[in-house]
């Protein structure tokens, strides 16, 4: 089935696939935050995003072949949630967008921890998560590096946490 388009420009075609409020925000938690599961990204949504707007993101990103959905074997009825390879190629627009979002916007140091490492890790790092993102979510075999870009990202953000300015408000 034929898509209608606004244009064929390159910039027009990505943001009709990602340029509505939420798309953005579901592949972000699905890469950084490891949600695999409806239930998962609804309850941990730092921005509140509702269940019937979550619904049809996901329907809209699995149309759009940048998520796939499984049966997890631990649950009859759940789903679990696989970015595809063509989603995991935005590793590096998503640094970008975290590098200037630190930048420009009034971020919070420990929501900003990370888009710091992925900006001063650069190319290197966002191929290490890369590989490591296919691994877990397609298949392919362990990185050879061993690294994981996951639990540094993760770590970094704990650590942000522990830091004094947050312990009153933890």
């Not at 921005?47 to 499984?70: D, V």
């Not at 970094?156 to 300015?165: D, G, N, W």
Request: aromatic share 4%.
């Amino acid at each position: 089935m034929a898509m209608d388009h606004r244009s064929g420009c390159p910039i027009n075609l990505s943001i009709e696939v990602l340029g509505d409020r939420w798309s953005i925000i579901v592949l972000r938690d699905i890469m950084f935050g490891k949600r695999r599961s409806y239930r998962e990204l609804l309850v941990n949504s730092e921005e509140g995003i509702a269940t019937n707007i979550l619904a049809a993101r996901l329907k809209h990103l699995e149309t759009a072949g940048l998520i796939e959905m499984a049966d997890d074997p631990s649950h009859k009825q759940r789903k679990m949630l696989n970015l595809t390879d063509k989603a995991i190629a935005l590793v590096p627009v998503m640094a970008q967008l975290g590098a200037w979002g630190v930048r420009f916007t009034p971020c919070t140091p420990e929501l900003a921890i990370r888009a710091r490492m992925l900006a001063e890790g650069g190319p290197p790092m966002w191929e290490d998560f890369m590989a490591e993102l296919r691994h877990l979510h397609c298949k392919t075999p362990r990185p050879a590096s061993g690294r994981s870009v996951l639990a540094e990202l993760a770590e970094a953000y704990q650590c942000e946490l522990a830091a004094p300015r947050h312990q009153s408000r933890i």
